[in-house]
């Protein structure tokens, strides 16, 4: 995900004034949504427990349980990185994460 904002912001290089924070309460939404799996993302209650944690894996990752990991999620963030227009389509808090730090970096 920092590389895509990077890429973004047309700052490639790593910058120690600069730290990219992602907001972990939306992070499950953009899996679901990156995977294109339901309409009206945004409004699946609880999505890790109802969507990704309900069976033992999601889209071939593993996920143990319901308890969330680091290690999970960084097995998703590629296809995020990679759906990311289609994340921003689905999901308003993603647009308004990219709209932010953009706008931060103008």
């Excluded at 699946?44 to 969330?68: F, Q």
Aim: proline letters at 4%; charged letters at 35%; one cysteine or more.
């Amino acid at each position: 995900m920092e590389t895509s904002i990077r890429k973004w912001l047309g700052d490639s290089q790593f910058r120690e004034d600069v730290l990219v924070t992602i907001p972990c309460d939306s992070t499950d939404t953009w899996i679901i949504a990156a995977y294109r799996e339901q309409e009206n993302v945004e409004m699946i209650e609880n999505p890790w427990e109802n969507v990704i944690a309900r069976k033992k894996e999601y889209h071939g990752i593993r996920v143990p349980g319901s308890k969330k990991r680091t290690s999970v999620y960084s097995r998703f963030l590629p296809q995020i990185c990679r759906e990311w227009r289609v994340v921003t389509e689905q999901c308003y808090s993603a647009r308004s994460f990219e709209r932010k730090i953009k706008k931060a970096f103008e």
